[in-house]
């Protein structure tokens, strides 16, 4: 099915620009430094945040269903809950990929979680409906959509893909097609007879009875978007961008951004308070599926071709598949930052720095998976 419309904005009128308007309402939160922040607006009230206690970083936020509490999921499966009832996590779980997004069962009394494979885990009154969890897929798994019974779901995939299950009906997806931003998020209709999908550049593309009121497309942004979330009544939408800027379409109500004063990491997930005015969003550290590396191991000293000098955050790449100065996480190695080249360094190899030839050596050469971190 060919999406309606794609990339078409209407007048600037219906679009509120989250990164110039003025707040309607303050942010009440207590900003933690670093991930893991909780942001609330107009009438969502804030009750707390993971904060430095979300060590693999929050990914993605879910409202209970009172639209008085929240749910934190973080890449490692964690869950904290602020005035939500705790129904059990996969912290602690060996994963083979991490958690993307989380959703809510629409009794509020459980939810899933999904990793960047498609691999679901139920808690609560979730049910399991089947997972692409070990398929082969063209891209990763970035976001999920329950439907209204929560007796099934959409998974979408990076490059718009879309997989159901259980009594979640196919109206369409954009696999095949060329897309001028990777997806990131969706959202269901209220009816559960369509969806919305929405791409990093603020591209919206709407299938079954989802209706088109207006995008990004095209419009210079200062940050990338990261997350969408529909009305109640399923004629408007939210866009929320990296830098905390807040984007409303149709009859969704603007009630304050962080656009103008970005957080110090970025904003990786938008809900809204069921029932009242307002919304939260979340601030953490996504983690990008970047694919498997041959590793091997450096121990020089100097200055790397960024500039940096040599040692222990750094990794060297090949630039053309992971640009110089991106952060990543590296399996089993933690947080590095791409630093340096090297002449053998080409394609999907990195070199990891360690700080004596002795140490190489027990190092060798593995296969390990790297993740973007943004």
């Known amino acids: 099915m060919t999406p309606r419309p794609i990339r078409r904005a209407r007048a600037a009128a219906a679009v509120t620009l989250g990164a110039v308007a003025t707040l ?202 990261v997350a969408t979330a529909a009305t109640s009544t399923g004629r408007g939408y939210w866009l929320a961008a990296a830098d905390g800027g807040v984007f409303t379409f149709g009859d969704a109500a603007f009630a304050g951004s962080l656009g103008g004063n970005p957080p110090p990491a970025p904003v990786v997930d938008l809900a809204i308070a069921r029932g009242r005015n307002g919304y939260w969003l979340a601030t953490g550290r996504r983690r990008h599926d970047l694919g498997v590396f041959t590793a091997t191991c450096y121990a020089l000293r100097g200055t790397t071709a960024s500039g940096r000098p040599a040692g222990p955050e750094g990794i060297a790449v090949d630039p053309r598949v992971i640009p110089l100065g991106t952060r990543v996480v590296v399996e089993g190695q933690g947080e590095r930052i791409a630093s340096d080249t090297g002449g053998d360094i080409r394609g999907y190899r990195i070199d990891v720095w360690k700080p004596s030839t002795a140490e190489c050596n027990a190092f060798g050469r593995r296969e390990l998976r790297v993740w973007r971190v943004g």
């Open 24 to 225: 309607a309402a303050p942010d009440t939160s207590v900003a933690a430094p670093g991930e893991g922040a909780v942001h609330a607006f107009g009438e969502a009230p804030h009750h707390g945040q993971p904060g430095e206690n979300a060590a693999a970083g929050a990914v993605a936020l879910a409202s209970a269903r009172n639209g008085d509490g929240y749910w934190v999921a973080a890449a490692d499966g964690g869950v904290f809950t602020y005035n939500a009832p705790f129904h059990g996590s996969a912290a602690g779980r060996p994963l083979n990929r991490p958690i993307v997004d989380m959703a809510a069962t629409p009794t509020g009394n459980g939810y899933w979680l999904v990793a960047s494979d498609g691999g679901i885990f139920t808690y609560g009154d979730a049910r399991f409906a089947g997972s692409t969890g070990g398929q082969h897929l063209n891209r990763a798994i970035v976001a999920m959509a329950p439907t209204r019974t929560g007796h099934g779901y959409w998974l979408v995939g990076e490059d718009g893909g879309v997989f159901t299950f259980g009594d979640a009906a196919f109206h369409g997806s954009l696999g095949g097609q060329h897309l001028q931003a990777p997806i990131v998020s969706a959202a269901a209709t209220p009816t559960g007879r369509g969806y919305w999908l929405a791409a990093a550049d603020g591209g919206v593309f709407a299938f079954g009875d989802a209706g088109f009121h207006g995008s990004l497309g095209g419009q210079r942004l200062q940050a990338p978007i």
